[in-house]
């Protein structure tokens, strides 16, 4: 009987210590997962604030440039919105014309586009188009202000 109870006081220290093992596994995988994710969230995001996004042109039709020359009688019409680093004291607003921000931003993004030659506006070279701008934007604005540019409507007649 003795070995019996000696038999059972065993395999319970065991099945106890194999329990422990599990909880204590289960709790280094789940400290180590929350982590992992949070370190990749960080990283996705740039640590950078939010933007304030800031659409070019008439809010319905967007922007409509004739591009590739005088002569040329083709037409670009685009939407473009800027995603901007919010500025500290927030954008003025200008009435009817807008921001004076917008208006500089307008500037720039229309002389990127006229500048361009029709072949430029080619389906491949689109992320080269949205850098142009970014870079031209940024330039009158101040350096970092666009975060990124976003092309929302794009029709080449």
Same mark, same amino acid.
């Given at each position: 009987?003795?070995?019996?109870?000696?038999?059972?006081?065993?395999?319970?220290?065991?099945? *106890? #210590? @194999? =329990?422990?093992?599990?909880?204590?596994?289960? $709790?280094?995988?789940?400290? &180590? !997962?929350?982590?992992?994710?949070?370190?990749?969230?960080?990283?996705?995001?740039?640590?950078?604030?939010?933007?304030?996004?800031?659409?070019?042109?008439?809010?319905?039709? *967007? #922007? @409509? =440039?004739?591009?590739?020359?005088?002569?040329? $009688?083709?037409?670009?019409? &685009? !939407?473009?919105?800027?995603?901007?680093?919010?500025?500290?004291?927030?954008?003025?607003?200008?009435?009817?014309?807008?921001?004076?921000?917008?208006?500089?931003?307008?500037?720039?993004?229309?002389?990127?586009?006229?500048?361009?030659?029709?072949?430029?506006?080619?389906?491949?070279?689109?992320?080269?188009?949205?850098?142009?701008?970014?870079?031209?934007?940024?330039?009158?604005?101040?350096?970092?202000?666009?975060?990124?540019?976003?092309?929302?409507?794009?029709?080449?007649?």
């Amino acid at each position: 009987m003795a070995e019996e109870g000696g038999k059972k006081l065993s395999v319970m220290v065991i099945v *106890g #210590l @194999i =329990v422990v093992g599990l909880i204590l596994a289960g $709790g280094i995988s789940y400290f &180590i !997962a929350t982590k992992v994710i949070s370190s990749r969230g960080d990283a996705g995001k740039g640590g950078r604030e939010p933007g304030v996004f800031m659409k070019l042109g008439d809010p319905k039709d *967007g #922007l @409509i =440039v004739n591009i590739g020359g005088v002569s040329s $009688g083709r037409y670009l019409k &685009i !939407a473009v919105v800027l995603e901007l680093k919010p500025d500290k004291k927030g954008m003025a607003i200008g009435g009817k014309a807008g921001s004076p921000e917008e208006i500089k931003a307008l500037d720039a993004t229309v002389q990127v586009l006229r500048s361009q030659k029709v072949e430029d506006f080619e389906p491949l070279r689109q992320e080269r188009l949205k850098d142009l701008i970014k870079a031209e934007v940024n330039k009158v604005l101040g350096e970092d202000r666009v975060y990124e540019v976003y092309i929302t409507n794009f029709v080449l007649q």
